[in-house]
């Protein structure tokens, strides 16, 4: 896929917890984790505006496009 999710990479630089997150936004631990893994086919955007607002950030500090051979 030629979208990466790169909301570890963001969790990280705020030095937040997957569980911290998680019961900040209201998503289980199982659905935070695959967005975290980049194993999301899909992305909601109540979601995308959830993390954005717990993590102080933009969509596009999360959703990254890179271009496919």
């Given amino acids: 896929m030629a ?3 790169n909301l570890d990479v963001v969790m990280a630089k705020r030095k937040m917890s997957v569980t911290e997150l998680s019961g900040q936004i209201g998503l289980t631990l199982a659905n935070l984790s695959i967005l ?3 194993k999301a086919k899909a992305i909601r955007l ?3 505006d959830s993390l954005c607002r717990a993590l102080e950030c933009q ?9 496919e051979n």
């Fill in 46 to 48: 109540t979601t995308l």
């Fill in 59 to 67: 969509p596009a500090d999360i959703l990254e496009y890179v271009k």
């Fill in 3 to 5: 979208i990466n999710i």
């Fill in 36 to 38: 975290k893994n980049n």
